[in-house]
């Protein structure tokens, strides 16, 4: 959420990544689990860093030649500061004997499945995003302006049963579970808590035709942590086909999780909108938050 509104915002760095490197994004907490060849490619370089005990987190930004050398390892947000990097980076490589150097192809062999997932056979892909919406004091920095501004973003996954009960006119209540659980978290500021089971005390939500209305709320037994609100949408069909999915939660939440520090104090106004993909953004393919290591549990839920 933060690096896109400050790192990859930076028009410069944007250039350089695309004229000179071979980008990618990945969640490394996959990563550094996957028993298969991608993931012994990312330990490979990762390890060469400060961050090499792979049963702790390795979030940062890396650069490494193809043969798996570690040119660079940063975790710092300042679009200044990354971008000097990155150039320092690639004048090594170019005086390096990489630069020339012949490398083999990895055979990828067998994917780890638990942590490389896949879109279910016939399913569908719901974008999500979330915004706190006011109660912020007002920023005395430009990082609180990020962070206060910023969007969450997230997938939810459906099956093509669950797909296919929507064109029927059903509203599945594992759709609905799976909604409240994994998708009505607070990830505009890292990476949130999700609800357990036992947290979700109102998910009431019918469908009429076409519309969705109905209320949910979520709270930890504490009530350090909570949301309820209102929801909102609409199920589109065209000759039986799904053609759009829209929902809107628009309510209160109250506290934060252990990575999403420096909400709001008390209540703040807070909401999540879902609409379904196209599949034109590559971003369509990231597997949901929620489901990280345990896809099956992410999507049986009752």
Not at 64 to 74: C, F, H, I, K, V
Not at 85 to 97: H, I, N, P
Not at 99 to 122: C, F, K, N, S
């Amino acid at each position: 959420m933060l690096d896109r509104e400050s790192t990859f915002a930076d028009a410069e760095l944007v250039r350089m990544l695309r004229a000179d490197f071979v980008p990618v994004a990945i969640d490394q907490a996959c990563q550094r689990r996957q028993q298969d060849a991608e993931g012994e490619f990312y330990r490979r370089f990762s390890g060469q860093s400060p961050r090499h005990d792979f049963s702790q987190t390795t979030q940062g930004f890396y650069v490494a030649t193809a043969a798996g050398e570690l040119l660079l390892y940063n975790n710092n947000r300042d679009p200044a500061k990354v971008r000097r990097l990155v150039a320092e980076a690639l004048t090594k490589f170019r005086a390096s004997d990489a630069a020339t150097a012949d490398v083999a192809a990895i055979e990828p062999g067998q994917r780890d499945r638990q942590h490389h997932q896949t879109l279910p056979e016939g399913g569908a892909v719901v974008r999500v995003h979330s915004k706190v919406l006011g109660g912020y004091a007002p920023a005395e920095n430009e990082w609180q302006r990020l962070m206060q501004r910023a969007i969450g973003r997230d997938n939810l996954w459906l099956t093509k049963a669950e797909r296919d009960a929507l064109v029927r006119g059903e509203l599945p209540e594992t759709v609905l579970r799976r909604i409240a659980r994994f998708h009505l978290v607070d990830n505009t500021r890292g990476e949130p808590p999700m609800w357990n089971d036992d947290e979700v005390k109102v998910l009431d939500v019918q469908r009429d035709g076409d519309a969705i209305v109905g209320t949910v709320s979520l709270a930890t037994k504490d009530g350090a942590r909570s949301f309820r609100a209102g929801l909102s949408g609409k199920v589109t069909v065209i000759k039986g086909e799904l053609t759009g999915f829209e929902l809107v939660a628009d309510g209160i939440f109250v506290g934060e999780g252990q990575y999403t520090r420096h909400a709001p104090p008390g209540e703040f106004p807070f909401a999540v909108w879902l609409t379904l993909a196209d599949g034109k953004d590559v971003a369509d393919t990231v597997p949901p938050q929620g489901a990280r290591g345990w896809l099956d549990g992410y999507l049986r839920l009752r």
